[in-house]
């Protein structure tokens, strides 16, 4: 099979022109109705390559089902596992995803690439060495005012690409396999209302990493800390001796924050970290934003007591924040996924073993982040993810390697195929 018959390019430059970017502010769900325009699209492609069970659901769910190409008494005898391959269709909020212009770049020579809607906007391999791996081959950017949104339709189009495959060539040997297409990841809401039992798997896939090879099975743990700061008001004209402004112990707080440690610029690997993003109030209340992130799951509330033990050390070594108080609220996020995987190892083999056959050396690295399959694992459907060449995403520099994406249709026609 020429590898590069999939049409995965052509199905990504498509899929980017639709505007599918999320809203973390948003109380709805989806938290944006345009995301459904992709969903939608999906829809009547997976029907026309004839998926007859495919269908969508009022929160944006896309689902369906590759069905079996063997009779059911071998897949009994088999005791196949039922596989879901899964990739979400919003767009980070980062950056614009609003009339995303896809480039098509044929024989990429090794030169600056400067995207044409910004000159300013300049893509090289000293930024981005990974793009070395590209030169005389083909990779596809947006035009210098938005985001490309490879992250993830780069996975929606290679999901979809395995599909037209396996209907085209019903000759190859597999078991039923289900398709998921999800809503609000950038947002952390893709998994909310997943339902599990119409999905039927025993165990998933995301198509949402990066380089060619990279295997991911280990994510953050993640929480979200608010922590409120109620100070005293008083007139400022007969504030003397009375007013304690929250806006100036909020930020005698964030200054005894450790500066070079603890925090995601000053931290790599496997270290994790403590992350302000937002504060918000006034003079009498203010409330500050937390990200709290380790892959030792035990670690986070050390870090939120220790939050907490900073801030009332502020107002406790300042005899003018006497009448005021510190509390903290603390929300889970989602776990490390590898606390159920490691649960289920042939899942593990089975890609490794798809990726080996490709011609793939697999890079086993944590994630520095999650993924839909942070929140799935823990939900009742164990999911690593697997990478789609995506790079520089939720910028305007994003970009990807169209052989990356056809690679990744290769591994998973190799997983689903039974020998």
């Known amino acids: 099979m020429e590898w590069n018959a999939f049409g995965v390019a052509e199905r990504l430059m498509r899929y980017v022109q639709i505007d599918t970017q999320s809203d973390p502010n948003s109380l709805s769900f989806p938290s944006t109705e345009k995301q459904k325009d992709l969903s939608n699209l999906l829809l009547q492609e997976l029907l026309a390559i004839g998926l007859v069970d495919a269908t969508m659901d009022t929160n944006g769910y896309v689902m369906a089902t590759i069905p079996a190409t063997i009779e059911q008494e071998k897949l009994d005898a088999l005791k196949l596992p039922v596989i879901c391959f899964c990739a979400h269709v919003d767009t980070a909020p980062d950056c614009s995803g609003t009339n995303v212009k896809p480039i098509l770049h044929q024989q990429y020579n090794g030169a600056p690439i400067v995207l044409p809607d910004d000159p300013t906007q300049i893509i090289t391999v000293e930024k981005y060495p990974y793009l070395k791996n590209f030169i005389g081959k083909e990779i596809i950017t947006a035009s210098g005012k938005t985001l490309l949104g490879a992250d993830d339709k780069a996975g929606v189009a290679i999901i979809v690409s395995l599909a037209a495959y396996l209907m085209q060539n019903p000759s190859i040997q597999h078991g039923p396999i289900k398709i998921l297409f999800t809503p609000d990841e950038e947002v952390g809401k893709g998994a909310d209302f997943i339902d599990f039992k119409k999905l039927n798997a025993d165990f998933g896939y995301t198509l949402d990493g990066g380089a060619l090879g990279c295997f991911e099975m ?202």
Not at 298 to 320: G, T
Not at 392 to 419: C, F, R, T
């Open 218 to 419: 280990e994510s953050f743990s993640a929480d979200h800390l608010v922590l409120t700061i109620d100070g005293v008001m008083a007139h400022p004209g007969s504030a003397k001796g009375v007013m304690q402004n929250a806006i100036k112990i909020a930020s005698d707080i964030v200054a005894a924050l450790p500066r070079d440690q603890w925090c995601p610029e000053h931290t790599e690997g496997k270290a994790g970290f403590v992350h302000p993003t937002n504060i918000q109030g006034g003079a009498e209340q203010v409330q500050i934003e937390f990200l709290i992130r380790d892959f030792d799951t035990a670690n986070l509330v050390i870090y939120e007591q220790r939050i907490l033990d900073i801030a009332e050390w502020v107002i406790r070594e300042n005899p003018n924040y006497n009448q005021s108080s510190v509390k903290i609220e603390v929300k889970q996020q989602y776990r490390n996924m590898k606390e159920v995987i490691d649960q289920y190892p042939q899942m593990v083999e089975l890609a490794l073993n798809a990726y080996k056959k490709a011609g793939i050396k697999p890079v086993i690295e944590p994630i520095r982040g999650g993924t839909d399959g942070s929140r799935m694992s823990f939900m009742g459907l164990p999911t690593a993810n697997i990478f789609t060449g995506m790079q520089a995403i939720h910028s305007k520099h994003e970009w990807v390697g169209v052989a990356d994406m056809q690679q990744a249709v290769q591994v998973l026609a190799y997983m689903v195929e039974i020998n």
